[in-house]
């Protein structure tokens, strides 16, 4: 599963397959109509009912805007004119003129006003932005300014970047914001959500009223279609234009050899790991957990279930090239060692050479979403690394409503968990910002949204808290890496890999999609031409 987390940060630039440069094919024809396959139904794309962070957050932005971009290791403004601060604690925001909602209404200060506090007094659903930072809003004309309650340089990329403005007339009246219906999604932004079916997609139509650029294609069609090899399938056939799927490694080459189908690379910054419940004996002990991540082999993961299309995880989660810019750290692979590491644990082999420890035999279920190829192959991978140190492991594949039942019920970590272990994954925001990384292991359920291994650790806590109080980015990395260190140590979840960033299209149909390093191809940029001067 994906991040389910925030908005889809990045870089603008366009990339080509080697993910640098002009984006492939950028001769090719526009489109009246495109269509798009993605792999489960969004809800109804408002921003507290999409299901994914991608690509449900990606069709959000299509259709909300926010006050800023990211882009690079910067940010831009977008319904902001400018970003105006000078201690990183208060933000001043004028908006640019001319901006309407989608049923005409212009768009004020006051709507930015209404949907913080908006933001919050529903803190639900997959895609729920944490506004708690912001102290005071305060509006003179059409400026907005935000005061913090301590200074924040990623507050822009982290926040601003991340929050959908509400219509105040639309959302005023709405009491559960994780029920809203389709005739609340009402933005400001390039595109109008004109039809829905929850079995089939959506329709996407361009808003000519656009104040902000030009939309680059008039219809976007968003098909449901869960099969990976059919949405690849039809991706042949020319009945999609665009596969929001990472190419799985199996069918990149055949793909790129195709006539008519590009493919665009780039870095993705999606994790997959394997996630322990840390509530539940023996995954509640550390050395338990250390152990049983030194039998996994993450190169051959790599090497086999990805065919080479991906990089090892870093056992301290931080992906080499994050904004965060943590330290690279060894591998924690070992076997001998897990085997030895277990038998000072105490877990002694039993007749069936499955190893026993504290009475019990090591034998544990490993969840795995049963649509993601890689996933499956590296679930039986883990099955054979873990039964080669004596580790029993029994791998069921779930439907991925089923998988998040199990593991993150209702997005609400509160509400607990109900696994051994998991195959899981983040998409590339969360490896953005420290807030977000922060999220993944605060014992706090408000400040660890994420924290769907159940993770608690008063040293860690302290970590956070200093990363997140730092008033510098230098200060911030600097905690951040000795909270790699600490995951490492405590190992509440092993990072596997991340996977190269692959996504094809029909480049006969439309051929000007553009990279944004951790969100992929579908983005606003890909379908808008801004003019943001």
């Given at each position: 599963?994906y ?8 870089s603008?630039?366009?990339l080509t ?6 984006a ?7 489109a009246k109509?495109i269509?798009?396959?993605i ?9 507290f009912?999409n299901?994914?962070?991608y690509?449900g957050?990606n069709?959000?932005k299509l259709?909300f805007?926010?006050?800023v ?13 400018e970003i105006?601060t000078s201690?990183n ?9 001319g901006v309407?909602?989608h ?9 930015v006003e209404?949907?913080v506090g908006?933001?919050?007094e ?7 932005i944490?506004?708690?930072p912001?102290e005071k ?6 400026t ?9 340089p990623e507050?822009?990329r982290?926040?601003?970047?991340d929050?959908a403005i509400l219509?105040?007339h639309?959302?005023?009246s709405?009491?559960k ?21 929850n079995a089939?997609g959506?329709t996407?139509?361009?808003n000519?009223a656009y104040?902000?650029?030009k ?9 449901v279609i ?5 949405q690849?399938a ?8 665009m596969?929001?799927?990472v ?6 080459a055949?793909?790129?050899?195709q006539?008519n ?5 780039g870095?993705?910054?999606a994790?997959?790991?394997l996630a322990?419940?840390?509530?539940r004996?023996?995954?509640d002990?550390?050395e ?5 991540a ?8 790599v090497?086999?279930?990805l065919?080479?299309?991906g990089?090892?995880g870093d056992p301290?989660f931080?992906h ?8 690279r750290?060894?591998?924690?692979f070992?076997?001998e060692a ?6 000072a644990?105490?877990?002694k082999?039993?007749?069936d050479g499955v ?6 035999p090591?034998?544990?279920e490993l ?13 039986e991978l883990?099955r054979d690394?873990l039964k080669n140190?004596?580790?029993?492991v029994?791998?069921t594949a ?6 998040d ?6 997005y609400?970590v509160?509400?607990?968990r109900?696994?051994?272990m998991?195959?899981w994954g983040w998409?590339?925001p969360?490896m953005?910002?420290s807030g ?5 292991l605060a014992?706090?359920p408000?400040?660890g ?16 808290a ?7 980015m230098?200060a911030?990395t600097?905690?951040a890496r ?7 140590e405590q190992?509440?979840?092993?990072t ?12 006969d ?14 983005n606003?940029?890909?379908l808008v031409?801004?003019r943001?001067g």
């Open positions: 599963m991040l389910r987390f925030p908005a889809a940060l990045a603008l630039a366009l397959a080697c993910g640098s440069g002009p492939q094919n950028p001769s090719a024809p526009g109509s269509t798009i396959a792999s489960s139904d969004e809800g109804t794309l408002t921003p009912t299901q994914t962070g690509p957050d069709l959000v259709i805007d926010t006050l971009v990211a882009r690079g290791d910067d940010v831009v403004p977008l319904l902001a004119k105006r201690d604690k208060t933000f001043t925001l004028p908006l640019r003129p309407t909602w049923d005409g209404k212009p768009l004020t200060a006051a709507d209404f949907s908006f933001y919050r529903n803190m639900e659903g997959d895609s729920s944490d506004v708690r912001i809003v305060s509006v003179s004309g059409d907005v300014t935000m005061t913090l309650k301590a200074p924040d507050f822009p982290r926040i601003l970047a929050m219509p105040r639309v959302w005023e709405v009491e914001a994780g029920t809203a219906g389709v005739d609340k999604a009402v933005g400001s932004g390039p595109y109008k959500l004109t039809k829905y079916d089939r959506y996407l139509t361009a000519s104040a902000l650029g939309p680059k294609v008039d219809t976007v069609k968003v098909a869960p099969e990976e090899s059919t690849f039809a991706l042949r056939t020319g009945e999609v234009h596969s929001a799927r190419v799985p490694p199996q069918q990149l055949t793909l790129e050899r006539p189908v590009g493919v665009l690379k870095t993705e910054f994790s997959t790991l322990f419940n840390t509530t004996p023996p995954f002990r550390p338990v957990r250390r152990a049983l030194k039998a996994i082999d993450t190169g051959d993961l090497k086999t279930a065919l080479g299309q990089t090892p301290g931080v080499a090239q994050s904004p965060i810019k943590g330290d750290l060894a591998p924690v070992d076997a897990a085997k030895r590491e277990l038998d644990l105490g877990a082999p039993g007749p190893r026993v420890l504290d009475g019990a090591m034998s544990y969840l795995v979403q049963s649509s993601s190829t890689d996933r499956l192959r590296s679930a883990i690394m140190a004596g580790v029993a029994k791998v779930l439907d991925s409503d089923s998988l039942a199990k593991v993150w019920p209702d609400d509160r509400k607990g109900n696994y051994d998991s195959m998409s590339g969360v953005l910002s977000r990384i922060a999220q993944l014992s706090d408000d400040d949204s994420l924290n769907v291994v159940g993770f608690k650790n008063p040293a860690v806590d302290d970590t956070i200093t990363m997140t109080a730092a008033p510098t230098e911030r600097a905690a000795k909270l790699q260190a600490q995951i490492v190992m509440p979840f092993l596997l890999y991340y996977r190269n960033g692959a996504y094809a299209f029909r480049k149909v439309y051929g000007d999609w553009t990279w944004q390093n951790g969100s992929g191809a579908l606003r940029f890909s031409d801004y943001l």
